[in-house]
Structures are given as C-alpha cells and as structure tokens.
C-alpha cells in the first residue's frame, strides 16, 4: 500500500509516525503502514456469497451460501484471538459481507474488543437502514468498490444498476456519518476512467481512494492479459499522481493510495527526485519504514471457512485452520517453510529482484503474481514496471 497522498503531497512527515514510537497499537489508522512490528491487518472473508458477479473476483463468490462458512461462535472465537495477538484492524470482506446476517455483531464485537472495524464491499446493499446500524456499531471504515462510471463498472461487475446502487450506498454512508472510500481495479478497459473517479470524489466529497494493481488470482487469474502492460502502468500512475495533487493544490485533500503493486513507491520517489529532491529524502524514509509487499507478515486472511492465507489473493495455499489452532499460533509458527520465508522474503527472491536496490522498500513486490506467472513463488513480479536502468545500482 503506497499512499500518494501522504507522500507526494506531504501529508505525512517521518516525524509523525516516529512521535507514535511506530508501535501498531499505538498508531492512528493513517499511519498504520510505517509499523516497525508489523502487526497482521486481517482480512476476513466472512462467506462466499455475493449479489454481483465479478468478472475478476479472487473470491470465485457465488449468488448462494455455502455450507461450510465460520459460525457466530468461531467468528467470536476468533476475535478475541486476533485482539489478544494486537491486530490493529479486522476487515471484514467476501464475497458481499452484507449478505451475512450477524456482520453487525461480529464487526460490533470487534469494536468492543478494541479493534479498528472496517468493510470491503460493493456497497449496493447499504441502504439508509444499513448504514445507521453500522454507524452504530462503531464502523471505522467502508470501503466501496467501483470499476469505473455507469457502463464499465456494470460490466465489471456483472449486474445491470450495481453503479446506481452503489453510488446510492455512498450517499447513505455519507449522510449516517460513516467515513467511505471508493476501491478501484485497474485494468485495461477502465485505467481511462482514472480521471472520472477524481472528479466522482470530488463532486460527492469522497475522502478516500485506493487504486488496486490487478492481481492474478480468483477470476482475475483469467484477465492476465486485461492487465496494463508497463508502459500503461506507468501513464495509470502518474494520472493518479497528477490528478492527487490537483486536487491537494486546489484545497480539497483527499486520501489516495495505491495498493498491490510496491513498484510504485521508488518510481515515485525517482519521480520527486527530479521535480523535489527536499521532500524526495522524507519521501524515501517513510518507504524504508513502510517496508513494501507485507503478505506473511502484515496483512494476512482468514477464509470463510477458517483457512489462513497469506494475503486474500493466495487462496491456494493455506496454513492451517483457525477451528483446529488460533490464528496467532498459526501466524508465528516457523515450522512452516514458506510462512518463515515469507517472514524474510528479501532473502529469496531470485532474478532481477534480488539485485534490485529498492529491495528494502518493495520486499520484492507480490509472490502470488509471480507464481501465477512462472510457477515460482521467489521470481520476478511480473507486474515490475521498473526499467533495469531504474532498479541497478548507479
């Protein structure tokens, strides 16, 4: 997670996660990511089932339940574990979590246990109803996914009226006083409608964006060829680039983020290099401190059915299951070789990544992306944009 904002525009200075000692638990949810612990952010998909049909889902949701999702019970179970282990954020995902009757309790019971609550959802489901209760629960944070205006994000997401319905689920978030962000794939087809999803935040006075790199897993492991080619990436970033400080320029902040491709940080930093070398050493603090690709170590998922992952794209590999061993006890458990690699991953990543010189502040990029390409987890992300003259020692 590269937060542009606070990077390029300054809204973020070393200093301030520095005066918090970096400690998770200490730390506002803005700084979360500079972290010297690096607590687990949980990602819970809390059912498989979902009222849409996306064609690059990772879930493979499906319109009806599934037999074998945690209950009420385990869901309790498992966040008394994960707030005793310091898991600064649950977030509850899916499929559509609001197709799950007890979200309210267990994202409430969440709350209680001191946790940060959030939601990942398409938001067409958050009716006024809807969003007073989880204004009422103490919801930190929705995040609504669009794909686009009216047309592609329809097409994207399967069903006819879900941009309508979702834009509805914003305004109502908006009016119970619930802090709500847009979440938003690039790929081919709608890398274009960067600019209209800036002028969407601006219009609808929307505080925060996070622009997601297409991962090749789920049903996007099918749309390798849909994603951006380097070139295209690079245009997609610095519109995003651009378009954030236009609006931080003209006094409307807002909170953008880029997130599953950690190639963006240094292309940033060499971006700010030529155009402000002052802030472009901050810039390259607050990336030391970040870390980069933090699958295995500071974000993790726990499947509907209790399965643990590494992240919510590395659905094919599962450490363990939280009915048979907490999640805690999964999580630090070295036994495992790829979750103690993944623990260190800078030490096995091979190709152009081991001798890359933004190592420190990537970790080499995302493993899953790399294994869907190659078939080995320790290789190249394909997704680097990086040319090997941006990535040699100079």
């Not at 970096?22 to 730390?27: N, V």
């Not at 610095?238 to 931080?248: A, C, G, M, Q």
């Not at 909170?255 to 472009?280: C, I, M, Q």
Request: proline share 4%; with cysteine; charged share 25%.
């Amino acid at each position: 997670m590269i937060g542009i904002s606070k990077l390029y525009c300054g809204t973020v200075e070393p200093s301030d996660a520095l005066r918090y000692s970096r400690s998770s638990s200490q730390l506002p949810s803005h700084l979360l990511q500079f972290s010297s612990d690096k607590k687990p952010v949980v990602v819970w998909n809390i059912t498989r089932q979902c009222n849409l049909k996306c064609v690059h889902c990772y879930a493979h949701a499906k319109s009806v339940p599934v037999e074998n999702e945690l209950s009420t019970s385990d869901g309790i179970k498992l966040i008394d574990d994960l707030a005793g282990f310091g898991a600064p954020v649950l977030l509850f995902s899916g499929g559509e979590p609001m197709m799950r009757k007890d979200l309210p309790e267990l994202a409430g019971y969440a709350v209680k246990k001191g946790m940060r609550a959030v939601i990942s959802t398409n938001g067409t489901l958050i009716t006024e109803q809807a969003a007073k209760m989880l204004k009422d629960i103490g919801l930190s944070y929705v995040g609504i996914s669009l794909d686009g205006m009216e047309e592609i994000n329809d097409r994207f997401r399967g069903v006819k009226g879900a941009f309508n319905d979702a834009i509805n689920g914003i305004k109502n978030c908006k009016a119970a006083g619930i802090k709500v962000g847009l979440r938003f794939t690039v790929n081919k087809y709608n890398f274009k409608e960067i600019p209209k999803i800036f002028n969407l935040l601006e219009d609808m006075e929307i505080p925060r964006v996070c622009f997601y790199h297409l991962v090749y897993a789920g049903r996007g492991s099918k749309l390798v060829e849909e994603d951006l080619s380097h070139n295209e990436t690079r245009e997609a970033v610095d519109t995003i680039i651009d378009h954030t400080k236009r609006l931080h320029d003209n006094g409307k902040q807002k909170e953008v983020l880029t997130v599953d491709n950690h190639s963006d940080g240094p292309y940033l930093y060499l971006r700010l290099l030529k155009e402000n070398p002052g802030r472009a050493g901050e810039v390259l603090e607050l990336l030391k401190m970040n870390e980069g690709n933090n699958s295995g170590r500071g974000i993790g998922c726990i499947s509907w059915n209790g399965d643990v992952h590494a992240d919510q794209f590395w659905r094919h590999y599962s450490f363990g299951n939280i009915k048979e061993r907490p999640f805690s006890e999964i999580w630090t458990d070295l036994s495992n070789p790829l979750m103690k690699k993944l623990k260190e991953k800078k030490k096995h990543v091979t190709g152009r990544c081991a001798g890359c010189r933004w190592i420190d502040i990537c970790a080499g990029n995302f493993r899953v992306r790399a294994e869907a390409i190659t078939g080995d987890v320790w290789a190249p992300d394909p997704a680097c944009y990086l040319t090997d003259e941006e990535i040699s020692y100079q």
